[in-house]
Structure formats: C-alpha cells, structure tokens
C-alpha cells in the first residue's frame, strides 16, 4: 500500500509499501503547572507553558519497512519561539507511554540556527518546506532500528513534555507548533497560541481644579490629587496558577510623609470609579494604611470575581493629599500594580517645592525705604512695619486659596495710626487684560482689621486678587505683595516684633526686626537759693518828746449804753483823725514801728 505525505501543502509519495491505516496525527497542547489547558490564553508575564508533544507512532502498529526507510529516521522538530522563550531546561524533558511508562533513546538538542544542525537534519526539513525561525529544538531517535522495533513496529504513542518560562521582558502574542518526521516524511503538529497580559498602569497629578500639573511647582497647603489608572483591560480570557492566585491582585503607592499630609478627610474622600465612572463598591476591596511609611495598599478581596465583574477595564483610583508646610525641594511619586506577583511601576510623577519665606522690616516712610531693623527710633517717630510676602514661583501649578499676614503690634510701644498700604511685588493681569505693574498700590484687593485690645493687625487678600493670581497667565510667572502698616513710636525701650504669613491656612513665621527707643532727656533741675542774710534790726526810735497840753479840769465820759458794743468798721477809729494830741503821737510812733516791721518781712521774702 502507498499512503501520502502533505507538508506546507505539497504532498508527495511515501517510500514506505507496507500496509497501514491513516497518516500520523501528531498533537501539541498547551498547559500551565497546574494542568488546566491554556491554549488560546492570556497569561500572566513570566509564566510558564507546560508543552506537551504526542509522537502519534499507533497507526504503526505491525508495519514493516525496508532498512533505507528506517535510516531516514525519526524526528520530532519543535520550533519554539526563541523570543519567549530563551532558556528551557531540556534536562527535564520527559518522554512517557500512555501508561506512564519511560521511553529512552531519544535524543533532544536544541539549535540556534538551521546552519547549525547536522546536514541529515538540514536535507529533511528541506525536503520537507519545513522553515524554522530562529532557535528550535530536535527530538532524534538515537538508534533508528531499535526506535523502530520498540516504539513505531509496536504502536507505542510516546508523550514528550517540557516546560518553558517566558522571558521577563517578553510582551505579546507568541505561537508554536513542531513537527512528526517518521521515514523521512513530516507530519505537522496543530499549533497553540497565547497572548502574555500587558497592565500599563498611569499615575498623574492634579490640583484642586483637576488639571493636570505634573513637573509644576506647588507651595505649602496645596491640595494634591493623585490619579491612578489601575489597568486590568487585558484580563479577560486570562489564565493564572493557583501558585499566581496566591500572590493577589492589588495596587500599591508609596507617598512621601515628609512632604505630604494625608488626613482623615482625605482618606474618607478616596475613591475608586470603573469605566463608566460608577463608584466600585468598597466592600470588593480592602483598603489599608501606614501613616509612618507613608503608603497604602489596595488588594481585590476575592481576585477572580473581581475580574469577572472589572476585567477588560481601566479603573481610576483618586487619592488625595497636603502639601506640608515645611516642605521644600521635589515630591516624587510611583505606584505599582500586582498582577498575581508581577509588580509594574506607573510613570513617576514629580512636583516641585521653592522656599517661600516671608519677610518683615521696618522703615521710616514709601520713600525712604532704608531699613531701620537694629537701629533706634525716638520716642513719637511715625514709621512703617513692612510685611513683604512670600513669592510664589513661576510655573505654578496649585492654587491660591487664601493669602493673609497677622502682625501683633506691641501695644506698649507702638500705636497703630490706622494707615496701611499693599503694593504689587511682581506685574499681573486682572481679568479684562489690564496690566497691574510691580510696585502699583493694590490696597483695594486687601482687608485689614485691628484689636487696640491685642495689638492684633491682620491683612488679608481679598477674592478678587485671588482669582486674579489664578488665571493661568498669571501662573506662569512669579507673585507676591507687600503691606506696610504705619505705627507711632510711644514709649521707651527694646522692641521686638515678628509676624505670621498664611498661605492656603498654612502659616510660617517671618524674621523678628528689633528697634530701641532711649528714654527722653530730663529738664534740668534750678539751683537751691543761697540763704539770704539775717535783716537789720532797725534802731528804736528816740521817745518823742511829747507836747505838754494845757491843764483843764477832767470831762465826765457820758454813758451812752452801759451794755459793751462791736463797732462799725465806719466806725473803727482811723489813724489821724484824734483830737487829742498824746494819741496822736503814739499813732505816729507806731505807725513807724510798723513800717519798719513790714519793710523787713518783705525783703526777707524777695530773697
């Protein structure tokens, strides 16, 4: 009987005239470790594939063949792919009967190139068209006859098996068959296909507004919201190994604690969305945080259900966060997806973090700017405390929800007038265009309020200058203000004063400016008068001589009243106006007695 051969579909006449009954069918299938056929599967990178080939030899049975034909050999040719799959251990191929039992005297080599085989080897893929690419592997019966009398006369199917385990970086679809060569005559197998899964896992970046501000700069109190697409899209028609399942299906992030705060606000917002943006119900997933590693960790709780319901989609996963106020320098920040134990990192996302330090100085008017921190100030001197604000950088990408200045006057020393002024530190534009210059006064974006009971002054940027300073021009270069708030020097001594900035209730303390104010000079004091010297005694007056009056008898007094009476002052008698001339004298004697007297009081008054 004369049975045919067709290869690559070309057929041609065997050599072989004995009798038999179909042409070999010889069989590849594709297994995982687990035993489950995968053949038409996703699999996970790095997995392995247990091929297993089947010599169909028992259509064989009881044939017999000339000694030429059975030189020709028998081959098995597998033509892995080389690029899936660069090192399998063919030590561990195994060759079994149907009934379990060992099969020995098959060779098996592997090839890197077709140049590389022996020339029997190469003149029987060419007669047969069977082209290989790249590496491939060659089972070989090392004695063809006894091959022959064992396995093929026999009808012995014989099993080869071997695993191979995908390269770490192979991505795609890989395929492969081999081929039966009994007789010189090569029968192909059916070839099996799988599709290694491919997550690609993104993370960006946004601000309040959701925009995206990857490589931007931020500033202290800056709400950041990290986005992350959690890619599950090719986990559909997928296959994973128990040993695979036992490893989850999880995502992960890693934030920085030093620059970040996470409160329990912020953990209460997390959320996670499907495709369609419906909120993915908390009770799939566990959720867990560690504050003093500054991560947390998101894991399927049952990861097959999951994918049946979420397989084939990207979910969003939003979290967000504070930008510390100390912070300063880069935020970086990766997260990574699990797939059964392979870990694939997201693009790393960074955001910046300028220094913004508030200054506070002191001088004595607008135009005369010079600083007088250090310096003394005399007592009721008008000046200014300058309240200059942080800069906030160029290519900014938060925003500006709040910007205020609180200064605690000391109210022993100084008193506040009730004058203020805010000038612009860098150009902006207002909404309609106009261009607002650096150094323009822009007081009426600000309010300002003052306690004559604290001292407290608190200046405070309005809504119209925030939304101002958050058009995205504005964005795009630097900004700031400075307030100078006018005060009158009213007591003595050493004066310290410090203010507090607040960007977006984040609140940093300026420098502390120091005046002295002397004590006024005291007026000087009048020397004590010297004691004035003792007055005089005037002389006594010599006793006048008094006239002698003619004798007269005595007048007898009339009695008006015999009852005593006080005087009129018109009547109390008046120096000069008696008519008897002793009283006169002595009138005039005392009357000098008393000048004298009077004259020396007064010059001891005067002096």
């Known amino acids: 009987t004369t049975y045919y051969v067709s290869i690559n579909n070309k057929q041609g006449n065997s050599n072989i005239v004995t009798k038999t009954s179909t042409k070999p069918d010889p069989v590849k299938k594709d297994f995982d470790t687990d035993g489950n056929d995968i053949d038409g599967k996703k699999v996970l990178p790095e997995s392995t594939n247990r091929y297993t080939l089947l010599w169909n030899l028992s259509q064989y049975r009881g044939i017999k063949a000339s000694a030429n034909a059975i030189q020709k050999g028998f081959y098995f040719v597998d033509d892995v792919n080389d690029q899936a799959f660069s090192d399998i251990d063919l030590s561990k191929v195994t060759f079994k009967t149907a009934d379990s039992q060992d099969v020995s005297g098959i060779k098996v080599t592997r090839y890197s ?19 290989v690419d790249g590496s491939f592997i060659v089972y070989s019966a090392e004695d063809p006859q006894k091959f022959f009398e064992r396995y093929v006369q026999t009808g012995t199917d014989i099993n080869l098996s071997f695993d191979a385990t995908l390269n770490s970086d192979f991505d795609g679809e890989y395929t492969n068959k081999a081929y039966e060569v ?12 799988n599709k290694v899964i491919k997550s690609t896992p993104t993370k960006q970046a946004l601000n309040g507004e959701g925009q995206n501000i990857n490589d931007k700069n931020v500033a202290r109190g800056d709400k950041l919201q990290y986005q992350i697409e959690w ?18 299906l999880s995502i992960y992030d890693d934030y920085d604690e030093n620059k970040l705060k996470i409160t329990n606000a912020d953990k209460q917002a997390f959320v996670v969305r499907d495709a369609q943006s419906n909120v993915v119900p908390t009770d799939l997933y566990t959720l867990t945080w560690n504050d003093q590693k500054g991560a947390w960790t998101l894991e399927a709780r049952d990861p097959l259900s999951f994918l049946e319901t979420y397989g084939g989609q990207k979910l969003t996963i939003s979290f967000f966060s504070t930008v510390s106020t100390a912070a300063s320098g880069h935020i970086y920040n990766t997260a990574i997806q699990n797939n059964f134990g ?11 973090i300028p220094k913004m330090d508030p200054k506070k100085d002191i001088n004595m008017s607008l135009e005369d700017n010079k600083s007088l921190d250090g310096s003394d100030i005399a007592l009721g001197t008008v000046f200014n405390y300058v309240l200059e604000s942080s800069t906030r950088p ?3 990408g938060g925003i500006t929800e709040e910007w205020s200045y609180t200064d605690i006057l000391d109210i022993g ?10 000038k612009a530190k860098f150009d902006f534009k207002l909404a309609d265009g106009t261009v607002v210059k650096a150094g323009d006064d822009i007081t009426k974006y600000f309010t300002a309020t003052y306690d004559a009971n604290t001292g407290e002054f608190k200046i405070t940027a309005t809504a119209e200058y925030l939304d101002s300073i958050n058009l995205d021009v504005n964005k795009e270069t630097e900004q700031g203000w400075i307030a100078y708030v006018q005060v009158r020097r009213i007591a003595s001594g050493d004066v310290e004063n410090t203010a507090v900035e607040s960007y977006n209730n984040e609140t940093v303390k300026t420098n502390t400016v120091t005046t002295h104010t ?14 004035p010297d003792k007055p005089v005694e005037p002389e006594t007056p010599a006793k006048p001589e008094m006239p002698q009056p003619a004798v007269t008898s005595p007048q007898s007094v009339k009695v008006v009243d015999s009852k005593p009476r006080t005087p009129k002052e018109s009547e109390l008698p008046q120096m000069g106006d008696s008519e008897d001339p002793v009283l006169a004298y002595l009138g005039i004697a005392l009357g000098a007695i008393g000048t004298l007297t009077y004259a020396g009081t007064r010059k001891k008054r005067y002096n």
């Open 113 to 131: 190139s077709i140049s590389d085989v022996p020339k029997e080897i190469q003149n029987m893929l060419k007669a047969n068209d069977i082209t």
């Open 518 to 531: 002397p004590e006024p000079d005291k007026p000087v004091e009048p020397e004590t008068p010297a004691e």
């Open 182 to 193: 009994d007789f010189g005559q090569a029968y192909q197998t059916n070839e099996v296909t």
């Open 413 to 422: 020393h100084d008193e506040y007038t009730g004058q203020f002024i805010v």
């Open 342 to 352: 392979k870990n694939i990192e997201t693009n790393q996302v960074v955001n910046h």
């Open 394 to 396: 160029a290519n900014y």
């Open 231 to 248: 890619d599950l899209s090719d986990f559909k028609d997928f296959n994973v190994t128990k040993d695979q399942l036992a490893k989850g």
